[in-house]
């Protein structure tokens, strides 16, 4: 991309979090530093936070139980939140959710503060709660989270099946957003992760200015419905 | 198509404490106890019936859609599928199902999704997230909006594909099947029978369904 110009750029280690409001028409370029990251997201609009990331909505809109390069993420309201532009990934997870403090005790054992310092165990659960609070939201504002770098494959019987090696070092996504957006994400690894040991993998945050969507826009006209999500969008700021 | 197991129920509807005939674009938002069984019927066949349920002390510990399927490893909703909730726990369990599959993938319609779907112009036209809203206004006791979560479709078949695609199938179900779910603690449930019109999933129809509650 020519027309970008970098803001900032933030660095989120493994088991870590970041929120924050993306202006409108700015980009947020995740990148796997390391190779087998995950990123659980949530998305929200600024200006009105019960507006917000549907996962249903924007799966049945799009007809898709993965999310890629033209993909939006679209709020119950009808509204176009985040825009995948870019992705050398090629699959998203957007059906496995997130683990609690239980799940990760059982699954890697006890590690807390107290022991380990910031090494310590952390969870998505928490995690999304403790950025949530910081913008006046709480549990009833946690809905269905997106796994960025991650993939479930599901069979005809509709079994769900962690896919190993997903995301390759270097691997990035770019989501550019529609209105103002409230993300809040977070780095602890994936619920259906089958690794035995807790080794979450950083991520870097890239702040990026980008040109507002024309109407050939890859992701606005990747489908009818994208199209109209985005009309809905631009009502909100005539 | 994957295997689908048929699961009956013992319980007979004369015994029952509870019995009401919801029809399709109504709603209804009723305290379901511990040990109770609720029953959800498909009179007609093929109808969509949007399903919500809520810890009864705690609306912020409700349903969770993804922690259900991950839980249990797999998409679909049958007998034996716990009903788990945003904080881990059990809500209720399916323990009878002459369907043999259902939806939680798919969500509620609502207005704006509508637009988004069909048309701009279909914002008009009755939705289950507008049941959703006003049962919730009814019921009170500071419940909002954002306790509107992602629901279950009983009754509705939304494949996925291992290309990672969604479809919207016709429906696995007939007229007189129906999903029994045992509640494992005081629950609320919120339906909405669907009223779609623009989508096969209430085969073009919405139709009634009926409610049975047995003690345990």
């Known amino acids: 991309m020519t027309n970008e110009t970098l803001l900032y750029e933030e660095h989120v280690p493994g088991g870590g979090m970041w929120s924050g409001v993306l202006r409108r028409h700015t980009t947020l370029r995740l990148t796997d530093l390391e ?56 699959w998203h997870d957007p059906l496995a959710g997130h683990a609690n403090a239980a799940h990760v005790r059982a699954k890697y054992g006890e590690r807390n503060y107290q022991q380990a310092r910031n090494d310590w165990h952390r969870n998505a659960h928490d995690n999304f709660l403790i950025e949530l609070g910081k913008h006046g939201l709480g549990p009833r504002d946690l ?46 690894p ?17 702040f990026l200015r980008t040109p507002p969507p024309d109407a050939d826009d890859f992701c606005r006209s990747f489908r009818q419905e994208n199209q109209r999500a985005f009309t809905l969008t631009e009502r909100l700021h005539v | 198509m994957s295997t689908l197991v048929y699961t009956e129920s013992p319980l007979d509807p004369t015994t029952a404490i509870y019995d009401h005939t ?8 009723h305290e379901v106890r511990q040990g109770q069984t609720l029953r959800i019927v498909d009179l007609e066949g093929n109808q969509a019936a949007d399903t919500l349920f809520y810890n009864a002390h705690d609306f912020s510990d409700r349903y969770s859609a993804q922690d259900t399927i991950r839980e249990q490893r797999g998409i679909y909703l049958t007998t ?5 909730s945003s904080s881990g726990n059990t809500l209720a369990t399916i323990v009878a199902d002459t369907c043999g599959r259902h939806d939680t993938l798919g969500g509620a319609c609502a207005a704006e999704s509508n637009q988004v779907r069909y048309a701009l112009e279909k914002r008009w036209m009755h939705n289950c997230r507008d049941t959703f809203m006003l049962q919730i206004q009814r019921w009170g006791r500071g419940a909002t909006k954002c306790d509107i979560a992602h629901n279950i479709n009983f009754f509705m078949n939304v ?15 007939a007229g ?32 009634p369904v009926r409610l049975l509650i047995w003690d345990k």
């Open chain 2, 80 to 84: 034996g599928t716990r009903l788990i």
């Open chain 1, 190 to 206: 994936h619920p259906l992760d089958p690794s035995p040991e807790y080794t979450p993998k950083p991520v870097k945050l890239t």
């Open chain 1, 35 to 90: 190779g087998g990251a995950n990123v659980g997201l949530l998305a929200y609009r600024a200006a009105q936070p019960l507006d917000r990331l549907n996962l249903p909505d924007t799966l049945k809109a799009q007809y898709t139980a993965k999310l890629t390069r033209g993909h939006v993420l679209m709020s119950d309201m009808g509204h176009a939140l985040l825009s995948l532009t870019a992705d050398t990934v090629g």
């Open chain 2, 159 to 173: 494949p996925v594909t291992p290309e990672g695609g969604l479809s919207f199938e016709d429906g696995v179900s």
């Open chain 2, 22 to 29: 919801l029809p399709s674009g109504d709603g209804w938002m």
């Open chain 1, 143 to 188: 809905v269905a989270n997106v796994n960025l770098f991650s993939r479930v494959d599901v069979d005809a019987e509709g079994r769900m099946a962690f896919h190993p090696g997903n995301s390759a070092p270097g691997a990035a996504v770019d989501l550019r957003a529609e209105t103002d957006v409230l993300v809040v994400l977070n780095t602890c």
């Open chain 2, 176 to 207: 007189g099947r129906y999903v029994e779910v045992r509640a494992e603690m005081n629950i609320v449930c919120l339906i909405s029978n669907c009223p779609q019109l623009n989508n096969p999933c209430n085969a073009y129809n919405p139709t």
